[in-house]
């Protein structure tokens, strides 16, 4: 009889669906997956790291306890989370990739060191979900085996693909940083060989002179068995003096030897300072040696080039006189055996490094760190987007972000810099990598200026300092400046030499004399060991200097005293250093179009200045001027005025050749009431910004570059406002057509918000931000609204606030007002469907940086029209010689209606778009001031939208 | 009793392989870790003929050896290809290997398939490193099948070693610059039907666009073909130029899986037989173009193509599996079908959707005079606007669905948001969003099932 339990194995396939595997069918390990993890996720492919940010890993194989980690990049244990970094120092540092022979090669009398090039290598641990590009170097360390200590740096990420698709780029970030440290360690090797030699040559005189007793002590001719082991001792000492003679020689030999990595970044300075330190010290302890020279003939022979005659008495005291000269060390007196001890203490790397090789290698590391945060698909979207961009720098100044003049090429991104602040033309890269991906220096963090107190900014000063460098005090390292800033410390130079007070021109001369001839310091000692006191000078002497160049341009000039005494000094400061700025860009502008044609525009710009009044403004800006700007401004500077500058205070025109200029309203600079008298009007005009804090809320850094992160802040407000205003898209479209939107609302925060919001769709809103007004509490004038596209209004219940309103009807046929209070918008209708879909308040989209993402595309979209509309050239020339201005015209309507489909409205967008552009490309002197390139109006019934 | 003495190694087997023209490879090398001798290389293959930097056969086994040091800690999963990449100045090479484990005399032995190029070719090689890696990787699950049967995994694995090195040579002499200038290039016309009739122009630009920019330039006239090819490249990033091949003007190579965009010449039959298996195992669909009678065929969009070559590399995995001989290796141009699956051999259909962006460009970019840079900066601009797009439709999809945790269920609405409701609009964003992020089309166009292009159209109106 069958039981029950008999049963089950067979029911058990049934019941769980499970049939006999298939002999024939292939097993899953030799298959591939139908349904991969990215299928159902494409965002999940590198959930199963167990880190959740990239980090910088440095490790070593030490000779004692083997592959260890000793650092992590940024320092957070929860960045690595519970990932093993000690196995996966293992797996990195288990390959010797440099295999090079170290030690004494066969008939060799003397240890040699040996000059490996670093490697590269990409690998992973598929199980751990971890992959790294893993730069494998060498340093020297007198004391290691071989005279060697292994080390790698490896960027650690879960994406594979990012590390292979950015391998060129993060193999030249690790290559500098590699230098760097090894640049340090050769010189605090020297420093080590210079202490041992100075030891040996104690241990041997001593030595010389127990034998000597000895030997007078005793029988002539006989020899104790003592007297035969110091004897002993001393040849051993003399041989290792020649020995870490010979190392000295070596490493001085460094940078003569053939590269063999063409991918190897030097510094020439680096390289010059280091091998002139060590030359020096070569040719100081060959004549140090002499005295016991005579018991080795032959090799004495072999050093006489290097030795220069120190066997006389002039050297001797020369030497005597220099090592009177150094009373930081004294020598200790070596033991025999007391080297190649299993239970010393390795150094640290921290040790084998000067402290100042470290701490910029560090930074270089947190530098690189930081540029290649983030998901792939953005940065390589972001590097895209940039590449772009430079081609089309003639539309750029519409609505994107200031690229800046150092990137025209990509190369030029990827250009080496010395970590420790060598000017970077000292630099050659053997071979330059063709593919550049150029590392974005216009990092978000990195593009505000850097805390003064940032100990990570102190660092860079202290190094400079250290290593003695003058000149590179005025020169920022990529990681601490901005593309900004570059421009005034370049004006700071000037500026110190003339201003600084701390220092005498003689004195700054002499220093810098110095620096150019790059001539080892006479005793190589104060060099390698420089005086603390010094130090600490030149230290704090640059911090300060370091803060104010990347304070800003508006900083540049105010050196001498930072608290200005006038607020008149301030404005024409500014000016004067904006002045600047829009030459040196005008010029590289006019470069890059050459190739395009002018006839279109020059054609053009008849016609687009035809319906407006364009001698009026400058007209009235030179009336406005009957005498200099000192002489008719009247500053009422209250105690206030003693508090140093805020960037967002700083109003005003960016160019002195601004038609507005004269009328500049020097507003709200110090943070309260300043008045002055409007010539055009007579009325007494009071302008402030108030200190209140939602000031803060305000993206738009005046005197600063508005940067991405700024406008992806912005985005949010925007999304807010397009939700929450109906007529969102009727204020756009005065933004987008050239019409000045006011802003008007009682409560600063809320107008301040808006503004940011609403800012990103005004075009050519200025470097800085400069057609955009963000609070103003006085009323403004005729010329404030051709300067200013986009104002944030006081409203006040005073004579000031009436005389505003009265401001704001007189204007009204001008200006479109969107009443923050009262929610409603008073603006000429608009029914065209181009903007449809960035201001439909029904959008689904979520966040603010999509829908920035959004707006971006769609403006540029509308730059590409308006460029088009711009450079074609028959509707802008005549066919034929018959064609009056008025088929042209017919031409153009024609165009935008039906070409582009535009109707009445949306064609006033491209016509003022394309009025920009012209206006850009004929007067490029003028393209980073904000002036408009003429006031137009039309006379079309403004209507009042509610919500 | 013992002979005395260590094993002796066994000798190094070396293939010559006779490619055209200079090829940067240097060797290619399997090695395998032997447990009582340690790493051991098993087979060389070097090109045949004039080479940059010359290796000798012991310094490709001592490089060979150096790609499994290390990985006796290795822990990963069971028929996991994992890669290394190594640039060794000391010796200037780089080493590409790609270690799997495989049955070797009974014993699972940690194997490494590895190719040399000179350090040189770094910024050569780098742009095709994902092609040579991927490619290689599907041979070595054939040969891991071989191994698993114990026959001599050489043979399999020469399949693809060969052709990477041709793969390679041609590169070097044919492939796309990095910067293409636009006066080789149809864009720099005076009309827009000069060279090739409008509406074959716009069909061509869209579809490439909508199969990732991955093309098949087809023609008699090689010159006609490469301008073609260039006019194509310029809607590509200089990376991805540095992926696509232009034709030879005399004899034509065949067709490489992988490359963006290649030119191909016809026969002297005005006939080009496409390998069905290789264009399928294309990362991406492709695009094909016959500019001798201007017609223009795309394959099924990415989710499809990836599911249809999943299907077919399973199949044809099982059918090597099937296998009895080492003598009965099937030969790449069999189909392979099962029960289950048997490959649609009309994978090559007409454009079917129109877009409005491509279409407006096309109009638009004629209207610029040429041969100044205004036709640059407008085709830089529409880039541009692609790119934002894309990642606007990304991130609109990362937000909806809180990075893939959620399914995608409002494709209506992006379409309305982001302004493309145009079919072919959409496809040309998902199709530079895919290449961003890859997988998003199975995502969002629901499971990665076999659909046809009517159960789409059906899943999109959700």
Same mark, same amino acid.
């Given at each position: 009889?069958?039981?029950?339990?008999?049963?089950?194995?067979?029911?058990?396939?049934?019941?769980?669906?499970?049939?006999?595997?298939?002999?024939?069918?292939?097993?899953? #390990?030799?298959?591939?997956?139908?349904?991969?993890?990215?299928?159902?996720?494409?965002?999940?492919?590198?959930?199963?790291?167990?880190?959740?940010?990239?980090?910088?890993?440095? &490790?070593?194989?030490?000779?004692?306890?083997?592959?260890?980690?000793?650092?992590?990049?940024?320092?957070?244990?929860?960045?690595?989370?519970?990932?093993? /970094?000690?196995?996966?120092?293992?797996?990195?540092?288990?390959?010797?990739?440099?295999?090079?022979?170290?030690?004494?090669?066969?008939?060799?009398?003397?240890?040699?060191?040996?000059?490996?090039?670093?490697?590269?290598?990409?690998?992973?641990?598929?199980?751990?979900?971890?992959?790294?590009?893993?730069?494998? /170097?060498?340093?020297?360390?007198?004391?290691?085996?071989?005279?060697?200590?292994?080390?790698?740096?490896?960027?650690?990420?879960?994406?594979?693909?990012?590390?292979?698709?950015?391998?060129?780029?993060?193999?030249? !970030?690790?290559?500098?940083? &590699?230098?760097?440290?090894?640049?340090?360690?050769? !010189?605090?090797?020297?420093?080590?060989?210079?202490?041992?030699?100075?030891?040996?040559?104690?241990?041997?005189?001593?030595?010389?002179? +127990?034998?000597?007793?000895?030997?007078?002590?005793?029988?002539?001719?006989?020899?104790? *068995?003592?007297?035969?082991?110091?004897?002993?001792?001393?040849?051993?000492? +003399?041989?290792?003096?020649?020995?870490?003679?010979?190392?000295?020689?070596?490493?001085?030999?460094?940078?003569?030897?053939?590269?063999?990595?063409?991918?190897?970044?030097?510094?020439?300075?680096?390289?010059?300072?280091?091998?002139?330190?060590?030359?020096? /010290?070569?040719?100081?302890?060959?004549?140090?040696?002499?005295?016991?020279?005579?018991?080795?003939?032959? %090799?004495?022979?072999? +050093?006489?080039?290097?030795?220069?005659?120190?066997?006389?008495?002039?050297?001797?005291? %020369?030497?005597?006189?220099?090592?009177?000269?150094?009373?930081?060390? $004294?020598?200790?007196?070596?033991?025999?055996?007391?080297?190649?001890?299993?239970?010393?203490?390795?150094?640290?790397?921290? #040790?084998?490094?000067?402290?100042?090789?470290?701490?910029?290698?560090?930074?270089?590391?947190?530098? $690189?760190?930081? &540029?290649?945060?983030?998901?792939?698909?953005?940065?390589?979207?972001?590097?895209?987007?940039?590449?772009?961009?430079?081609?089309?720098?003639?539309?750029?100044?519409?609505?994107?972000?200031?690229?800046? @003049?150092? @990137?025209?090429?990509?190369?030029?991104?990827?250009?080496?810099?010395?970590?420790?602040?060598?000017?970077?033309?000292?630099?050659?890269?053997?071979?330059?990598?063709?593919?550049?991906?150029?590392?974005?220096?216009?990092?978000?963090?990195?593009?505000?200026?850097?805390?003064? /107190?940032?100990?990570?900014?102190?660092?860079?000063?202290?190094? %400079?300092?250290?290593?003695?460098?003058?000149?590179?005090?005025?020169?920022?390292?990529?990681?601490?400046? $901005?593309?900004? $800033?570059?421009?005034?410390?370049?004006?700071?130079?000037?500026?110190?030499?003339?201003?600084?007070?701390?220092?005498?021109? &003689?004195?700054?001369?002499?220093?810098?004399?110095?620096?150019?001839?790059? *001539?080892?310091?006479?005793?190589?000692?104060s060099d390698l060991t420089p005086d603390p006191d010094h130090n600490t000078d030149m230290e704090r002497e640059s911090s300060s200097e370091e803060t104010e160049t990347t304070a800003g341009d508006d900083e540049g000039d105010n050196k001498e005293d930072q608290t200005p005494t006038s607020l008149l000094e301030v404005v024409s400061g500014l000016e004067a250093s904006r002045e600047d700025v829009c030459e040196g860009e005008a010029e590289e502008v006019s470069d890059l179009l050459v190739q395009i044609d002018t006839a279109c525009c020059m054609a053009q710009e008849g016609f687009l200045y035809e319906a407006s009044a364009p001698e009026a403004v400058p007209r009235l800006s030179q009336n406005s001027h009957p005498q200099p700007l000192s002489q008719t401004l009247v500053v009422n500077q209250e105690p206030q005025a003693q508090i140093p500058l805020q960037d967002d205070y700083t109003v005003g025109s960016p160019c002195s050749e601004s038609p507005a200029a004269g009328l500049e309203l020097p507003v709200g600079l110090l943070g309260d009431a300043v008045s002055r008298t409007s010539v055009e009007d007579g009325w007494d005009c009071t302008m402030s910004a108030s200190t209140g804090s939602d000031r803060a809320a305000s993206p738009l850094g005046y005197g600063g570059t508005v940067t991405l992160r700024q406008r992806k802040k912005a985005g949010q407000g925007a999304l807010r406002f397009v939700r929450q205003y109906p007529f969102a898209m009727q204020a756009l479209w005065c933004l987008l057509s050239g019409r000045t939107l006011v802003v008007l609302g009682a409560d600063e925060g809320r107008v301040r918000r808006l503004v940011a919001a609403l800012a990103l769709f005004v075009p050519s809103p200025g470097k800085c931000g400069e057609r955009i007004q963000a609070w103003l509490s006085c009323p403004f004038t005729l010329t404030d609204l051709q300067r200013w596209k986009l104002i944030g209004l006081q409203r006040v219940a005073s004579p000031v606030g009436s005389s505003m309103l009265y401001s704001l009807s007189r204007y009204s046929r001008y200006i479109s007002i969107l009443d923050a209070d009262q929610k409603t918008l008073r603006c000429p209708p608009y029914r065209g469907q181009l903007l449809a879909n960035i201001a439909d308040h029904r959008t689904y989209i979520r966040r603010g940086s999509t829908y920035f993402l959004h707006v971006q595309s769609t403006l540029c979209r509308l730059a590409a029209k308006a460029f088009l509309f711009t450079f074609t050239h028959h509707l802008h020339l005549p066919v034929s010689s018959t064609e009056g201005p008025e088929g042209l015209e017919g031409r153009r309507c024609c165009f935008l209606q039906e070409q582009l489909g535009l109707g009445e409205e949306d064609s006033h967008i491209l016509l003022y778009l394309s009025q920009l552009i012209t206006h850009q490309y004929l007067q490029p002197a003028n393209r980073s001031s904000a002036t408009a390139p003429c006031f137009s109006f039309n006379y079309s019934t403004s209507v009042l939208y509610k919500i | 009793m013992s002979s005395g003495g260590p094993p002796q190694s066994p000798a190094v087997a070396k293939s010559e392989v006779a490619v055209e023209g200079e090829c940067p490879l240097l060797a290619a090398t399997f090695a395998y870790w032997d447990n009582i001798l340690g790493p051991r290389v098993r087979h060389i293959w070097v090109p045949k003929g004039d080479q940059v930097m010359f290796l000798s056969d012991g310094e490709v086994t001592f490089l060979a050896n150096h790609t499994l040091n290390g990985e006796i800690l290795r822990s990963a999963e069971c028929g996991a290809v994992d890669v290394k990449f190594f640039v060794l100045a000391e010796k200037g090479v780089i080493i590409v290997s790609l270690i799997f484990d495989g049955e070797l005399k009974g014993d699972k032995n940690t194997c490494a398939l590895s190719i040399i190029l000179p350090q040189t070719e770094l910024a050569f090689y780098l742009p095709l490193h994902t092609i040579c890696v991927e490619r290689l990787k599907h041979v070595i699950r054939k040969g891991r099948i071989w191994m698993q049967k114990g026959f001599n995994i050489i043979s399999v694995l020469s399949l693809e070693i060969v052709p990477i090195m041709e793969l390679l040579a041609s590169m070097k002499t044919h492939s796309v610059p990095e910067d293409v200038d636009i006066k080789d290039t149809v864009l720099n016309d005076d009309d827009i039907g000069d060279s090739c009739h409008e509406d074959f122009l716009h069909k061509a630009i869209s579809s490439h666009l909508q199969t990732c920019g991955c093309s098949i330039v087809v023609g008699s006239n090689p010159e006609k073909v490469n301008k073609i090819v260039r006019t194509l490249c310029l809607f590509l990033t200089p990376a991805e130029r540095k992926c696509s091949r232009l034709c030879k003007a005399d004899s034509s190579f065949k067709y490489d899986t992988g490359l963006f965009i290649q030119g191909l010449l016809k026969d002297s039959t005005g006939s080009f037989v496409l390998p069905f298996r290789q264009v399928l195992y294309s990362p991406y669909p492709t695009t094909h173009i016959d500019v001798d009678i201007n017609t223009v065929k795309q394959m099924p969009p990415c989710h499809e193509h990836t599911y249809n070559q999943r299907r077919y590399m399973r199949s044809e995995l099982s059918t090597l599996w099937k296998t009895d001989s080492e003598e009965e290796i099937p030969p790449d141009t069999i189909i392979h079908t099962d029960e289950t699956f048997t490959p649609d051999l009309n994978i090559f259909q007409d454009v079917m959707h129109k877009d409005t962006l491509v279409k407006s460009f096309i109009d638009e970019v004629f209207m610029l005079k040429p041969g100044l840079s205004l036709r640059s900066t407008y085709l830089a601009q529409f880039l541009l606007l692609l790119h934002r797009k894309a990642l606007t439709l990304l991130k609109y999809i990362e937000d909806d669905t809180q990075k893939g945790k959620k399914p995608f269920r409002s494709l209506r609405n992006l379409k309305t948001d982001l302004d493309l409701t145009v079919e072919g609009d959409l496809n040309i964003v998902m199709a530079l969003a895919e290449k961003l992020r890859a997988g998003l089309h199975s995502f969002v166009f629901g499971k990665p099932f076999y659909t046809s292009m009517q159960e789409r159209d059906v899943l999109m109106s959700f």
């Open positions: 009889m069958i039981g029950s339990p008999d049963l089950v194995a067979f029911t058990k396939e049934d019941e769980y669906g499970q049939t006999s595997p298939d002999p024939w069918a292939l097993p899953e #390990e030799f298959s591939v997956p139908l349904y991969p993890l990215a299928d159902s996720n494409p965002w999940a492919k590198t959930s199963y790291a167990k880190f959740t940010k990239d980090f910088i890993l440095i &490790s070593e194989f030490s000779e004692q306890v083997g592959p260890q980690p000793l650092l992590t990049i940024p320092d957070d244990p929860k960045i690595c989370g519970t990932f093993d /970094l000690n196995y996966f120092s293992l797996r990195i540092m288990s390959v010797d990739y440099q295999a090079s022979f170290v030690g004494h090669p066969p008939g060799s009398g003397y240890p040699r060191l040996s000059f490996v090039e670093d490697s590269r290598v990409v690998l992973g641990d598929s199980k751990e979900g971890a992959f790294a590009y893993v730069h494998h /170097l060498t340093l020297y360390d007198l004391e290691a085996r071989g005279f060697v200590r292994p080390f790698c740096m490896a960027y650690v990420s879960a994406d594979e693909r990012k590390i292979m698709l950015q391998f060129q780029e993060l193999s030249l !970030r690790f290559s500098q940083a &590699s230098e760097c440290l090894k640049a340090g360690n050769r !010189r605090a090797f020297a420093k080590e060989l210079q202490r041992k030699l100075r030891d040996l040559e104690y241990t041997h005189s001593v030595l010389q002179r +127990e034998e000597g007793l000895q030997r007078e002590a005793g029988p002539q001719r006989m020899y104790s *068995a003592h007297a035969v082991e110091k004897a002993n001792e001393l040849a051993n000492v +003399e041989k290792s003096i020649y020995e870490h003679r010979d190392l000295l020689k070596q490493i001085s030999l460094y940078n003569r030897r053939p590269r063999r990595d063409p991918h190897a970044v030097t510094c020439q300075k680096c390289m010059s300072e280091c091998l002139s330190e060590c030359e020096a /010290l070569l040719d100081k302890y060959a004549k140090l040696a002499n005295p016991f020279s005579y018991n080795n003939k032959g %090799e004495k022979r072999e +050093e006489g080039q290097a030795d220069g005659g120190g066997g006389d008495g002039e050297g001797d005291e %020369e030497e005597d006189e220099s090592v009177k000269r150094r009373p930081s060390y $004294t020598p200790q007196l070596i033991k025999a055996k007391s080297a190649k001890c299993f239970d010393k203490r390795l150094k640290t790397l921290l #040790e084998l490094c000067e402290n100042t090789f470290y701490s910029a290698t560090v930074e270089l590391l947190k530098e $690189t760190e930081r &540029s290649f945060r983030g998901d792939l698909c953005y940065l390589h979207t972001r590097r895209l987007d940039r590449a772009l961009c430079r081609k089309q720098r003639i539309t750029n100044f519409l609505f994107e972000e200031d690229l800046g @003049d150092d @990137d025209e090429d990509e190369g030029r991104t990827l250009r080496p810099f010395c970590a420790v602040n060598h000017a970077v033309d000292n630099y050659s890269l053997l071979n330059p990598p063709p593919i550049v991906l150029g590392p974005d220096h216009l990092e978000l963090d990195s593009l505000e200026p850097p805390d003064p /107190l940032d100990p990570a900014s102190e660092t860079s000063h202290t190094q %400079e300092s250290e290593l003695g460098l003058r000149e590179s005090h005025l020169e920022s390292s990529p990681s601490d400046q $901005t593309l900004e $800033t570059q421009e005034s410390s370049e004006e700071t130079k000037g500026s110190f030499s003339s201003d600084k007070s701390g220092l005498g021109q &003689s004195e700054r001369q002499q220093n810098l004399a110095g620096m150019k001839s790059e *001539a080892p310091d006479p005793d190589p000692d | -």
